[in-house]
T-cell receptor, first 112, second 112 residues
Framework: KAGVTQTPRYLIKTRGQQVTLSCSPISGHRSVSWYQQTPGQGLQFLFEYFSETQRNKGNFPGRFSGRQFSNSRSEMNVSTLELGDSALYLC???????????FGSGTRLTVV | DAKTTQPNSMESNEEEPVHLPCNHS???????IHWYRQLPSQGPEYVIH???SNVNNRMASLAIAEDRKSSTLILHRATLRDAAVYYCILSATGGSNYKLTFGKGTLLTVNP
């Protein structure tokens, strides 16, 4: 079966720009979470969506936002990019809150 | 958020069993214990998870202490492909707190 698909795989943006990342979960998975991974901070939770509603949010500034569509696909947006936003952004989906999560391969964002 | 403690690194020989420990003394009754592993430049891969009872799947076994304050991931016969960073994570499922809180993980080296 198809896994979690994240697009694009790589992205280079300039400081001050905004960026939108996309995540298509496994079919039937209604929960989608986003994580940021950097060498210094490791994997950090950004937010989680279920049935188009944000259920939980991590400790990130308001420049980071997301949404989920009726088909469970999700997007995250980062506005006014900063150099420190350079990271691997990972999306994960799960069928139930007590189940295992399936991660995508991530989007590598570089801000210059 | 409940925290986990893992050794920074462990080493094993190919075809030998590996026992990866994890302490989670502040675990709550509704927290599931998850294990994921990550190879460089890839998203985390689900390994196994459980609540109270020991769990087995084709990849590994999860042994959970009776008081649930610690657990051990068991790889029955390590292969070179098992070399990765292994994360022990508590998944909070109570209330609206659906997320995985990653620590630094254990870097497993497998010697041929």
């Amino acid at each position: 079966k198809a896994g979690v698909t994240q697009t694009p795989r790589y992205l280079i943006k300039t400081r001050g720009q905004q960026v939108t990342l996309s995540c298509s979960p496994i079919s039937g998975h209604r929960s989608v979470s986003w994580y940021q991974q950097t060498p210094g901070q490791g994997l950090q939770f950004l937010f989680e969506y279920f049935s188009e509603t944000q259920r939980n949010k991590g400790n990130f500034p308001g420049r980071f936002s997301g949404r989920q569509f009726s088909n469970s696909r999700s997007e995250m947006n980062v506005s006014t990019l900063e150099l420190g936003d350079s990271a691997l952004y990972l999306c994960a989906s799960t069928k139930t809150r007590t189940g295992g999560y399936t991660f995508g391969s991530g989007t590598r964002l570089t801000v210059v | 958020d409940a925290k986990t403690t893992q050794p920074n690194s462990m080493e094993s020989n190919e075809e030998e069993p590996v026992h990866l420990p994890c302490n989670h003394s502040t675990i709550s009754g509704t927290d599931y214990i998850h294990w994921y592993r990550q190879l460089p430049s890839q998203g985390p891969e689900y390994v196994i998870h459980g609540l109270t009872s020991n769990v087995n799947n084709r990849m590994a076994s999860l042994a959970i202490a009776e008081d649930r304050k610690s657990s051990t991931l068991i790889l029955h016969r390590a292969t070179l492909r098992d070399a990765a960073v292994y994360y022990c994570i508590l998944s909070a499922t109570g209330g609206s707190n659906y997320k995985l809180t990653f620590g630094k993980g254990t870097l497993l080296t497998v010697n041929p």
